[in-house]
């Protein structure tokens, strides 16, 4: 019986994509509105529609659904395309400990684990896939940038699939997310849940840990730490 859901951010917390995270932006604008963008915009914590937004009042491109669309489609197909040749395999990596805690946490019936994460699913489900770690992910029941611009929103989204799909409802405080930005703590809090901080991302450990989160770690490479701090209590 379930009892624990575990809602994994991916970029900085699973996965590293290296340059191509951004780099299937790069190419979905230029092929949608014909020039690339003279800068970046900052995307950690933020869904990829958001970083879509950002980018086009960034252009002075007009925004509509119509166009956030076909750019959201065009990192769809950018990411493939890098993922059927190798790229993002090569040019990436799962982050310290993160495959070993998966498959400790998933041998248990007792927890789920699955994905929150401002990426669209197609993506999300491609990251985690070039490194072997969706074997031990439910990405079924996840949340993801395609559910909704606002990350905040996407927590519950995962809930009410997990009751779903899997017929088991749970409190909130028997959700953590793991993440490693500002945004996924915020996320967690504002759906009542519990949330470990990692410092694998943009943000070292020592900008979490004032932020309030129950935990922070510097990485996932204590896997004994981790997996008793997400499941035993249980």
Known sequence: MIRRLLLWDVDGTLVRAGELGAAVFDSALEMVLGMKPTS????????DPQIVQEYLEQMGVEETDERVDA???????????ASADGELAAGGSALPGVGAALRILAADDRVLSTLVTGNVAPNAFLKVAAFGLDQWLD????????????????????VTRVASARGVLLDPTDVWVIGDTPRDLECARAAGSRCLLVGTGRYSSEELAPLGADAVFDDLSNVDAVVNLLAGDL
């Open 71 to 81: 750019i959201l489609r065009g990192i769809e197909v950018q990411l493939a395309a």
């Open 139 to 158: 990405l079924e029941v996840g949340a993801y940038g395609s559910d909704d611009a606002d990350r905040n929103r996407l927590v519950p989204i995962a």
């Open 40 to 47: 970046r915009v900052r995307m950690s914590g933020k869904t």
